[in-house]
């Protein structure tokens, strides 16, 4: 238990009073019946199997920030990194602010912000290994960095980048509410430590002494829509109906006097010029995932057209399955599949803890999509393996697989989409997410199948050109798809009232070169499968347009993927002219200010897989051991 110093100042004691029964958003603030089993337990703190005290164990609890009082002196932030001995690169409490205003009439509102411990968290239903839990003891969500295993998707779904990824340890860890505090009836150590008393502490909806404000909603604060955070915010002083962030992100805040709030709009402080800005788009720490969703979206779309067209018999495509060049093309999809799954398992902060990607089947996106794509794994290698076998058994067995895969495969791109719709990155929160997904499987799925068969099969041959033809086709449709999109989005986001408009901002300027070679690419491949579905491909002439269309295929896909992952900007909390401010970071990391560590900035890497954990972890536990773990998962 927490040790209560003995000269504790009476302002770091929790001020225990009457509560409310409902907060504003109607739910219950005492989080448990009397009687409940969650009650009279420990939280096991540092081994302290003790039971706390406090008489207000079970309620809901939150911060309270006053922006009038806050001076901007980060004593707050130094508190918590202090107690949680949290290194010099990442912060659970940081403090950025906004400014409006010229001199004499300049103003700057600090905003200290944390983990809000919500009603609803995001972290908790995305995580795949289920590192989250809420707990009845103070409404605290906490996390287990030993359960972590670095896929950082906790830190995607959060609107207030409260989750924090440490490039160096390779997981995630976060404000804990200072439960061991809590239990001995003492606030937060940020707090404790707050100066000019902006920070306080206490049962949600109970304002406390010398408040006269509880709101939800300050500049700067993204919308509490999404998860209901566990914050109230005081600011009494009038501001400018314009703030402005000072970190790089294009974004400020106008207020809206009709609903009496500041909304996000596009601040155009980087000009209108356009550039390329290769190096920073193809060379990303989210390069994994542009070669993953790739590689996987185009094995699913070539498996799929091989195995349905086989069984509905498409003739071209039955008579591909009699030829050599078939089975030479399943193993190229297994071989592409697996460079995809190695590469997303190799940017994991942990590899060597990849199986506890399936821990939260029942809630995260992320875990359906890992057990989606590893069953469609699973009947593509089968089919492959079994496939090469004549006799009747075997092939019901390979048959067997390739329902599976099939049926997977859509499983797992069907969620690979639905994670991706984030409400707190706007920007992929759109249909043009799965418009674009789909349209990838299906063209270059086709073009998967179409370049492998030219290799292999001589182009005079009477059932070569049907094929070809066919396989142009489905590349025609899945480009429109992706075409129409790609236009919607742009509109929907040029109009946009929140972070979306930024990163299509970034995308005409910033990406603005690329963004139109993409475009173009996507126009000139349009062009090309059509004239291949009608002309088909035959002589020097076809084989020349035949290989011009891999390649600009190829860069359109790397390029449109790569700006789908670079330009998506998060609804998190403002940051300084230094701290939690993008720009400063990527400087820090190009000139060697990284090296230092009191400039709070660490350098991106990839972690190995640590075999020998790996191997140690499947000795010490039975096959019994794994067969509750699978019952758990499922929640038996």
């Known amino acids: 238990m927490f040790e209560v110093r003995d000269d504790e100042p009476k302002y770091a004691f929790l001020n225990n009073k009457e509560s409310k029964e409902k907060n504003r958003y109607n739910l219950n603030i005492e989080l448990t019946d009397e009687g409940s089993e969650l009650r009279c337990k420990s939280l096991n703190i540092n081994g302290d199997a003790a039971i706390g005290e406090n008489p207000d164990r079970y309620k809901q609890h939150g911060f309270y920030f006053n922006a009038d009082n806050c001076i901007g002196c980060h004593a707050c932030e130094s508190a918590c990194s202090e107690k949680n001995d949290v290194p010099a690169h990442i912060a659970f409490r940081s403090v950025g602010f906004v400014e409006g205003g010229t001199y004499p009439d300049y103003q700057r509102i600090n905003i200290s912000m944390a983990c809000n411990h919500c009603d609803d968290p995001v972290c908790l239903t995305g995580c795949p290994t289920r590192a989250y839990t809420k707990f009845a003891e103070y409404g605290a969500v906490l996390q287990d960095p030993d359960i972590c295993f670095g896929c950082g998707y906790c830190t995607w779904v959060c609107p207030y980048n409260a989750p924090q990824l440490d490039p160096v340890k390779g997981e995630v860890s976060k404000c804990n509410m200072c439960v061991d505090r809590l239990e001995v009836n003492l606030k937060p150590a940020c707090v404790a430590a707050c100066l000019g008393n902006a920070l306080d502490f206490g049962v949600i909806e109970n304002i406390p002494e010398n408040r006269t404000q509880a709101k939800t909603e300050i500049p700067g604060f993204p919308t509490t829509d999404i998860t209901h955070p566990n914050i109230r915010f005081q600011q009494t002083r009038t501001t400018h109906r314009e703030m402005t962030r000072t970190d790089d992100m294009p974004l400020k805040y106008h207020r809206d006097d009709a609903q ?78 697996t460079w995809g799954l190695f590469k997303l398992n190799m940017h994991l902060g942990k590899p060597h803890r990849f199986y506890r990607g399936f821990n939260n089947l029942r809630l995260s996106p992320v875990s359906r999509e890992i057990a989606g794509v590893s069953m469609f794994y699973t009947g593509l290698l089968g089919y492959a393996i079994f496939g090469l076998f004549d006799n009747g058994l075997m092939q019901f067995v390979a048959t067997s697989f390739a329902f599976v895969g099939v049926v997977s495969g859509a499983i797992g791109l ?90 299509y901002y970034q995308q005409v300027t910033e990406y603005g070169k690329s963004y139109i070679l993409r475009n173009c690419l996507l126009g000139f491949n349009l062009v090309l499968a059509v004239t291949l579905a009608m002309a088909g491909l035959s002589g020097a002439t076809g084989i020349m347009f035949g290989l011009i269309l891999v390649i600009t295929m190829l ?64 000795k010490e536990n039975s096959v019994g051991d794994m067969v509750k773990h699978i019952k758990w998962i499922f929640g038996k």
């Open 555 to 618: 860069v359109m896909a790397a390029f449109g993927r790569s700006l789908f992952f670079v330009l998506v900007i998060p609804t998190t909390m403002p940051g300084a002219f230094f701290w939690k401010n993008k720009g400063f970071v990527e400087h820090a990391r190009a000139t060697g200010l990284a090296d230092a560590p009191q400039h709070g900035v660490a350098y991106e890497r990839h972690h190995e897989f640590k075999y020998d954990e790996f191997i140690k972890t499947i």
């Open 260 to 337: 009496d709030k500041f909304k996000p709009v596009v601040d155009e402080k980087q000009g209108k010029e356009r550039y390329w800005n290769l190096r920073k788009l193809l060379t990303s720490h989210e390069s994994a995932h542009v070669i993953f969703t790739l590689c996987t979206q185009a094995t699913v779309g070539a498996f799929a057209l091989l195995i349905l067209g086989n069984w509905l018999n498409v003739d071209a495509i039955v008579m591909l399955k009699n030829t050599n060049a078939f089975i030479p093309l399943i193993f190229v999809i297994v071989a592409i599949s």
């Open 414 to 503: 069907y969620y690979m989409y639905k994670l991706y719709r984030i409400p707190a990155r706007p920007f992929w929160n759109h249909w043009q997410t799965g418009s674009a997904f789909f349209g990838t499987m299906l063209s270059f799925g086709a073009l998967l199948v179409a370049a492998v068969s030219v290799c292999i099969l001589p182009l005079a041959s009477a059932g070569t050109q049907p094929l070809l033809q066919l396989l142009a086709a489905v590349m025609v449709i899945g480009l429109f798809v992706e075409g129409i999109g790609h236009i919607a989005h742009a509109r929907a986001m040029q109009g946009a009232e929140h972070e979306g408009a930024a990163s």
